[in-house]
C-alpha cells in the first residue's frame, strides 16, 4: 500500500520570497510521483512528476521538486513566489498496479502569498 | 489542447435522489478514474475503470455507486440513493496506455446533497 504525508497544511510566504513545500511518501513498491496544483474553485492541474532519471525535475510556473529515494521524499520548491502562486498543493504517488496506476494524494498544502 | 470536461459544473440534489455525473475522456486515452474531493479534505480515489470493466475500487465505492462508458465517449459515475455526505468536489480523469503516463484531470463537478 502506498500514502503520502504532507507534513504542512498551511504555508504563509511573502512575495518574491523562496518557498518549500514539504511531501513524504511510503510505498513498497517502485513509485511515480506528481505534484498537482489546484486554484480555487478549479480542477487539479500538474506541476510536475517523476517517473524515472534525473531526480531533479522541473515543472511548469517556475517550480521543481527533488526525488529523495532514501529520504522518501519529494519536496517541491520555488525560488521565488508570486501572489498568482496562492493555490492548495497536492503531492501524490502513483504505483504500478496491474497498470491501472491510481493516485494517491496527500492532504494538500495550501500556500498564502502575501504581498 | 485537448482535455477532459466534466458536466455539469454543478448540481444540486435531493438527498435520496439519483444523479449521473458526466466526463469526456480525452479521445485516444484508454484508462478512466473517478476521485472525489470532500469540501477541506483531500483528493480521494474511488474507482478507475479499463476495457469497460471496473479495474479497481475503494471502500468509498459501495453498491450506491457504479461507472458506466455508454458510448465510445462518455464516462460517467451514477449515485443511486444520495446521501448528505455524497456533498463533494467529484473530479473525473483519464489516461493513455502505459505504465509512465500522467492522468489528465476535469475541471470537476461540485455536487451539493440537501
Known amino acids: 500500500a502506498q500514502s503520502v504525508t504532507q507534513l504542512d497544511s498551511q504555508v504563509p510566504v511573502f512575495e518574491e520570497a523562496p518557498v518549500e513545500l514539504r511531501c513524504n511518501y511510503s510505498?513498497?513498491?517502485?513509485?511515480?510521483l506528481f505534484w498537482y496544483v489546484q486554484y480555487p474553485n478549479q480542477g487539479l492541474q500538474l506541476l510536475l512528476k517523476?517517473?524515472?532519471?534525473?531526480?531533479l525535475v522541473k515543472g511548469i510556473n517556475g517550480f521543481e521538486a527533488e526525488f529523495n529515494k532514501s529520504q522518501t521524499s519529494f519536496h517541491l520548491r520555488k525560488p521565488s513566489v508570486h501572489i498568482s502562486d496562492t493555490a492548495e498543493y497536492f503531492c501524490?504517488?502513483?504505483?504500478?498496479?496491474?497498470?491501472?496506476?491510481?493516485?494517491?494524494f496527500g492532504a494538500g498544502t495550501r500556500l498564502a502569498v502575501h504581498p | 489542447e485537448p482535455e477532459v470536461t466534466q458536466t455539469p459544473s454543478h448540481q444540486v440534489t435531493q438527498m435520496g435522489q439519483e444523479v449521473i455525473l458526466r466526463c469526456v475522456p480525452i479521445?485516444?486515452?484508454?484508462?478512466f478514474y473517478w476521485y472525489r474531493q470532500i469540501l477541506g479534505q483531500k483528493v480521494e480515489f474511488l474507482v478507475s475503470?479499463?476495457?469497460?470493466?471496473?479495474?479497481?475500487k475503494s471502500e468509498i465505492f459501495d453498491d450506491q455507486f457504479s461507472v458506466e462508458r455508454p458510448d465510445g465517449s462518455n464516462f460517467t459515475l451514477k449515485i443511486r440513493s444520495t446521501k448528505l455526505e455524497d456533498s463533494a468536489m467529484y473530479f473525473c480523469?483519464?489516461?493513455?496506455?502505459?505504465?509512465?503516463?500522467?492522468?489528465?484531470f476535469g475541471q470537476g463537478t461540485r455536487l451539493t446533497v440537501v
Open positions: 480523469a483519464s489516461r493513455m496506455q502505459g505504465v509512465n503516463t500522467e492522468a489528465f
Open positions: 479521445s485516444n486515452h484508454l484508462y
Open positions: 510505498s513498497s513498491v517502485s513509485v511515480y
Open positions: 475503470f479499463y476495457n469497460n470493466e471496473i479495474s479497481e
Open positions: 517523476y517517473l524515472s532519471g534525473s531526480t
Open positions: 501524490a504517488v502513483s504505483g504500478f498496479s496491474g497498470g491501472y496506476n491510481k493516485l494517491i
